[in-house]
Nanobody, 126 residues
Framework: QVHLVESGGGLVQAGGSLRVSCTVSNGAFSSYAMGWFRQAPGKEREAVAA????????FYEDSVKGRFTISRDNAKNTVYLQMDSLKPEDTAVYYC???????????????????WGQGTQVTVSS
């Protein structure tokens, strides 16, 4: 059973930074496409950032471009989301997701991912 565990969420003031991590176990992490999604209360889950298996391709949702950076360390089975210049509207539960048989592509839709973490809360105060 592939297992994803997020960590690093918390409370931060607007303008601050956080880095969330997602470690994958019991799977072939280095072959997976990975994504970060978020879900705010009353809203649908949306893709924030995504990365191909080798890091060669990335995707960022428009509202986070220039502020968030996705990266991965295949030796540590971990994907990161560095979040800078945080805004109150970034407040949400952040989920990481993994997809097998990914080719060299990035994926941005929830149904395209097979495995999900339990989520970590990120709260940005104004």
């Amino acid at each position: 059973q592939v297992h994803l565990v997020e960590s690093g969420g918390g409370l931060v003031q607007a303008g601050g930074s956080l880095r969330v991590s997602c470690t994958v176990s019991n799977g072939a992490f280095s072959s997976y496409a990975m994504g970060w999604f978020r879900q705010a209360p009353g809203k649908e889950r949306e893709a924030v950032a995504a990365i191909s298996w080798n890091g060669g391709r990335t995707f960022y949702e428009d509202s986070v471009k220039g502020r968030f950076t996705i990266s991965r360390d295949n030796a540590k089975n971990t994907v990161y989301l560095q979040m800078d210049s945080l805004k109150p509207e970034d407040t949400a539960v952040y989920y990481c997701a993994a997809r097998r048989l990914s080719g060299s592509f990035v994926y941005t839709r929830t149904y395209e991912y097979e495995y999900w973490g339990q989520g970590t809360q990120v709260t940005v105060s104004s």
